[in-house]
């Protein structure tokens, strides 16, 4: 009796035992709603393999998809914390505890130095999933580090943005990096080196009417939002029915605001491409 209950009851437990199984092994396209197996979606580059849906991307996974092996991460100038002492249905110190907890950064924007297919560049990706990528200071400090590091290697500057515009809780201070961050683009223009701006899902507001216009090539992925104020506030300012697309990276690219529409698993060799284009003259 002890040999059937010590050995061949747990086993037959084992076999009809509940699992546990991850819950993040399928994701489901917000464009097409089909489910996508987490390693082919990873492969992709988080497009849809059925829709081509480009799906909004983490920081981190950008700089990763972006750059050869062996670039590194910069840490960013400090700013003081909750200048206005802002709170809504929060503290903005709780607001900011809570996004760096769940995203392990300090804020909203990353920069690392490195190689695109050879080439060494400078990159600052704009974080949504800080805060939706809001614009404060500490943003503005780094689009300003970023362009200082840029100039300092003689390299490209690279920024991919993804903002809702600039942070409420920072007033009159996240307003005032746009012109900082028009500055930093100023500074790398003047040392003769070049500005490419990729535009990803969503850019609006202050980051759309700074620095994200002021590029020598703008691109833009398929199917991102690009613009200043919402669609629904135009057409009640204007009180016309706006086209079908409006805003879209494709609807920009045809009225030619921006340069071109490229796909995700072909930005880093088109990136490297403008490079090489726009620095021929110092080769020879």
């Not at 804020?107 to 939706?132: R, S, Y």
């Not at 490419?196 to 703008?218: E, K, N, Q, R, Y």
Request: hydrophobic fraction near 45%.
């Amino acid at each position: 009796m002890s040999w059937l209950n010590e050995v061949v009851r747990p086993k037959i437990r084992s076999l009809f035992a509940k699992r546990d199984v991850p819950d993040n092994l399928w994701h489901q396209c917000p464009a097409c709603q089909q489910m996508i197996f987490h390693r082919d979606l990873e492969a992709a580059l988080k497009v849809c393999t059925h829709c081509g849906h480009h799906m909004r991307a983490t920081a981190a996974e950008r700089l990763s998809w972006t750059f050869d092996d062996g670039f590194t991460r910069i840490e960013l100038p400090k700013v003081p914390v909750d200048p206005l002492k802002f709170r809504d249905s929060k503290r903005y110190t709780d607001r900011l505890k809570e996004a760096r907890d769940s995203t392990k950064m300090e804020d909203g924007l990353a920069v690392a130095h490195g190689t695109i297919e050879g080439h060494k560049a400078v990159v600052a990706v704009m974080a949504f999933e800080f805060m939706g990528g809001s614009m404060g200071a500490a943003v503005g400090e780094g689009i300003v580090a970023a362009a200082k590091l840029a100039v300092l290697q003689e390299a490209p500057l690279i920024i991919f943005t993804a903002s809702g515009g600039a942070r409420m809780q920072e007033g009159a201070i996240s307003l005032m990096q746009m012109p900082r961050s028009v500055i930093a683009t100023r500074l790398v223009k003047d040392a003769g080196l070049p500005y490419i701006v990729v535009m990803t899902d969503p850019t609006t507001g202050g980051v759309t009417a700074s620095f994200a216009m002021l590029g020598d090539i703008h691109l833009a992925e398929p199917g991102a939002l690009i613009g200043f104020a919402g669609a629904r506030v135009i057409e009640q300012t204007v009180r016309e029915k706006l086209p079908e697309g409006f805003q879209r990276a494709e609807y920009l690219h045809a009225h030619g605001i921006i340069d071109a529409v490229v796909k995700r698993t072909e930005m880093q060799a088109t990136l490297a491409r403008c490079i090489s284009l726009l620095r021929v003259k110092e080769a020879a």
